[in-house]
């Protein structure tokens, strides 16, 4: 499970202001940083899922420029050969 930075101490406070039980309060910010860290860890892109999506987005691209380049240099070949034929 991912770190969680979430200051279950201050929400509590916060809600007891609002006129939330302490129980109950305590339980809301147990229930909300369990829901962050869950997010974290199951929803939300890490820095290495970002640059391995990077790698592979740089990776096709290259196939791409390759696969372009044969097909003009066949391009080429075939517009010669006609050029020659004609």
Known sequence: MSAVTFDT?????RL???GVSREHASAIAEAQKDAFAEALDNQLATKSDILR??????????RLILKMGGMM??????????????
Do not use: Q, R
Request: charged share 30%.
């Open 9 to 13: 101490l201050k929400f509590v406070e």
């Open 16 to 18: 007891e202001k609002a």
């Open 53 to 62: 999506l990077e790698n592979k987005i740089e990776t096709l691209e290259l």
């Open 73 to 86: 240099v066949v391009a080429i070949g075939i517009v010669a050969t006609l050029v020659k034929l004609l």
